[in-house]
């Protein structure tokens, strides 16, 4: 029998597979940073801290601003204290800058009308998550929403998809997550469900094809030919 013919429901990460999110999340990052008399970088750079959460991510833009190491107690005692900038930076400018990638809303839209439940797992925090769909027309496609502060744990561990196999009392059979990162492939493999990979997001300049999804795709709009061909 044909894999992709079992899928009932599908989970979407959102910065880098729906959504084009660094822009905005760059000049929150480069607005935190000035406020600490540090100098910005690039949207680049911050393209490829993209992935792990808020919180990672200014842990890396703070480490390569400054020299100091990562994991040093001196940078999480003054992460801990520019969270809540960074947070209102963000917070600020939430779609400014943003785009949606091409074809995401006609092809969530087809893939609800052909009664696929749809859900949004990503390990942005969920306060901004919420915005960001409204923003973009797309928040009454998704029977649920995921943030990375919704449960206890998020990508790469398996939590938020087995979540939602109970949830929507799914087998693993039935769900698929598609997403652009290393993350969303690690997760449905400890979830032991499908997964496709995009190219085009943001993977740590990783080839996403290297973390083994079912299916690569280029584009969107690709990902039809799998769930609408049936």
Known sequence: MNQWANIQAIAFDLDGTLIDSVPDLAAATN????ECHLASVSEDLVRS???NGAQVLMQRALSHASSMAQDSAELQTQLAHIMPRFMHHYGEHLQQHSRLYSDVLTVLQKLKQAGYKLAVVTNKPYRFTVPLLDAFG???????????DSLVKMKPDPMPLQHLLQQWQLTPQQLLMVGDSKNDILAAKAANVMSIGLTYGYN??????????NAVCENFADIAQYLLSQ
């Open 138 to 148: 797309l928040d009454g496609l998704f029977s649920e929403v995921l943030g990375g």
């Open 204 to 213: 740590y300049g990783e080839d996403i094809g290297l973390s083994e999804p």
């Open 49 to 51: 801290w993209v992935g």
């Open 31 to 34: 607005a935190t940073l000035v």
